[in-house]
């Protein structure tokens, strides 16, 4: 959700234009889906003050889950949200700038990086880089279009 409408429409300019401009506009679904030379690396994560801000954003719905359930489901989603965002910004990071690591030769790397290709193509389609459940569930997912970007992206 934060990435489709903050992400990638005008609602708030920074997330737009650091996201759907300048990372989209230096990493495209072609070769440039890898940094070319002049390319700044650093535009391939987010910006260091982004974590804590994701996490703040998401401190209502903490402290909801404590009023509903207690303290442990305020732990247990701050461990979640910070390892989530950790796997988010390794994982992108490894798809865009790929230096035949080990995660990068497993199967579910594989085949989450060519998702994640579709999205440099279509926009609005496959926005959830580790967990694509969440773009089946949301009609996001783009499927047919998998092996045709993957075998792209070799060319």
Known sequence: TLHKYLMHSQIWNYPFHAHALVH???FRADRSYHPQAGVDIRKVTFAWWNA???YLLHTPLLFLGVQLFGWSVFWGGTIALFSYYFLYESLHWCM???TNRWIERTRTF???NPHHFIHHRY???NLNVVFP???WLLGTFESDAHFRCLKDTRA
Do not use: E, K, S, T
């Open 133 to 135: 459940l969440a773009d």
């Open 24 to 26: 989209h506009g230096l």
């Open 52 to 54: 804590p801000g994701l």
């Open 110 to 112: 594989q085949w989450l």
């Open 123 to 125: 926009a609005f389609r």
């Open 96 to 98: 865009h700038v790929p």
